[in-house]
């Protein structure tokens, strides 16, 4: 279990080191969203190669919104589909180091919805191509 302070540089280390950021060429599905409280936006790339998720994001706003963007990013890179739709709240915002981030909990799980937003956009833009 990390102390908060290792939480607390966890968090800035993934924000001042951003993981995957940028646009992912040739995305299967492109979702963006946002927080309007705190003025978080994040967008995700997503791509699923061989049975295995390839995600990047971009965006801006609070620490922790970005922080776990860049952490979600690094956490579901080379996993099934499966294996990323099993990460819920919890275990994010446990990863993330809950004592930190339970106070700005749409913040710490924004970048989560909108990956399963991408997802389900995906999903439904397979299903119309294999309807084609």
Do not use: W
Not at 2 to 17: A, S
Not at 81 to 100: C, S, Y
């Amino acid at each position: 279990m990390l102390t908060r302070q290792e939480q607390m540089e966890f968090i800035l280390d993934h924000y001042d080191n951003p993981r995957h950021k940028g646009a992912l060429e040739n995305a299967e599905a492109v979702v963006e969203g946002g927080n309007p409280g705190c003025g978080d936006i994040i967008q995700v790339y997503l791509k699923v190669d061989d049975g295995h998720v390839i995600a990047t994001f971009e965006g801006e706003g609070c620490t922790i919104s970005q922080a776990s963007a860049s952490y979600l990013m690094d956490e579901v890179n080379g996993k099934t589909l499966e294996e990323v739709l099993a990460i819920d709240h919890e275990t994010l915002m446990e990863n993330l180091g809950k004592e930190i981030v339970q106070q700005r909990t749409r913040c710490a799980t924004l970048s989560l919805d909108i990956l399963r937003a991408a997802i389900r956009k995906r999903e439904r833009e397979q299903l119309i191509k294999n309807d084609s």
